[in-house]
């Protein structure tokens, strides 16, 4: 495994505080009464703006999903800021309370454990409610897991379907990712390290085994590693060492190629369109051609059936 050396061997001199930077919200210094979404580091330390250091240095007080994990990275750069909480499970009272402190004027910063706030992390309902209630929000944009991996991917990012994690369970894992296969844009998934083989699994086993996939592992650590392959290589890969099972995961896998873009819902309706225009009826129509294409019977029964109304044997079919 190669460590990365940036993170070993930088030796961060800091910025001052009170940057000086043209005017309005670039303005590094807080307003009042104004909510900043501030993105922190997946990794290296080094990776915090200092845009967003002055920030976290000068608010009245930062929201963090988990305040005992950002105290580390306020230790680190010599912050002593008062903070609360503001997680999954309190987002929405917390978000109420931290709406009337900036509608009194306080400074308040929003952090989450790594990388950007309401990206696959709290923060979405409190943004939504600063807008409802016309309190300013401003980005100090920083490091996402997304970006750094698309970024690196070698994949076109447009268009991106961005899935963040897929549900833990077995079946509907499957079900989430079964209709992406035809989606021809780069499709970006996270996932944790004991999930992450179930996951790797699922994709051999839905998608066409030519897909490119890359996987961004612990980006920004020490042992950071990407890794391209294809879904027909990448359980190979995976049991060529227990190490390449450990870590934070971003997967980018290839979109649908130009043959493999049709959709089973309208290839179903063409079939079944040629299928009445002999003498099966709809019921026989549909499924024959729910058979023929992989689509949903019901759905196509159902579309054929508003389209061309009841035939003979349609009315007890469904
Ligand atoms: N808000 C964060 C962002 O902007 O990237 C993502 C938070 S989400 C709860 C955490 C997931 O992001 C991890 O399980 C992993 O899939 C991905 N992730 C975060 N840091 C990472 C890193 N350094 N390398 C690879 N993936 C990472």
Not at 168 to 187: I, N, Y
Not at 259 to 267: H, K, M
């Amino acid at each position: 495994m190669r460590p990365n050396l940036v993170t070993k061997e930088l030796n961060l001199t800091l910025p001052p505080l009170n940057i000086d930077i043209s005017s309005g919200q670039a303005e590094a210094l807080p307003a009042v009464g104004t909510l900043y979404i501030v993105a922190t580091p997946i990794g290296n330390l080094s990776d915090l703006s200092p845009r967003g250091r002055a920030i976290l240095a000068e608010v009245d007080l930062i929201a963090a999903e988990d305040t005992r994990h950002s105290s580390g990275l306020l230790q680190h750069f010599g912050i002593h800021a008062q903070m609360v909480a503001l997680h999954e499970h309190n987002e929405t009272q917390q978000s109420v309370q931290l709406i009337s402190q900036l509608q009194a004027g306080k400074r308040i910063a929003l952090i989450s454990d790594a990388g950007t706030p309401a990206i696959s992390d709290p923060g979405s309902r409190l943004v939504a409610l600063a807008h409802t209630h016309h309190v300013p929000v401003v980005t100090i944009p920083g490091p996402s897991a997304l970006t750094a991996a698309l970024s690196i991917s070698g994949l076109s990012a447009l268009p991106v379907h961005f899935h963040g994690f897929m549900p833990p369970k077995a079946k509907a894992r499957r079900q989430t990712l079964e209709p992406l296969v035809h989606s021809h844009g780069t499709l970006v998934f996270y996932e944790a390290p004991h999930r992450i083989e179930e996951m790797v699994e699922d994709l051999v086993a839905i998608f066409p085994a030519s897909r490119a996939l890359i996987i961004c592992r612990e980006l920004t650590k020490r042992f950071e590693s990407v890794h391209r392959c294809t879904l027909a290589g990448v359980k190979t890969w995976f049991a060529g060492d227990p190490d390449r099972l450990r870590g934070e995961f971003v997967l980018v896998l290839e979109g649908a190629a130009e043959n493999e873009r049709t959709d089973p819902l309208i290839e179903g309706r063409r079939v079944l369109e040629i299928l009445l225009a002999s003498s099966l009826s709809i019921s026989e129509a549909a499924r024959a051609a729910a058979k023929i294409t992989g689509a949903n019977r019901s759905d196509l029964y159902h579309w054929a059936l508003q389209k061309h109304g009841p035939t003979d044997d349609s009315e007890n079919a469904s």
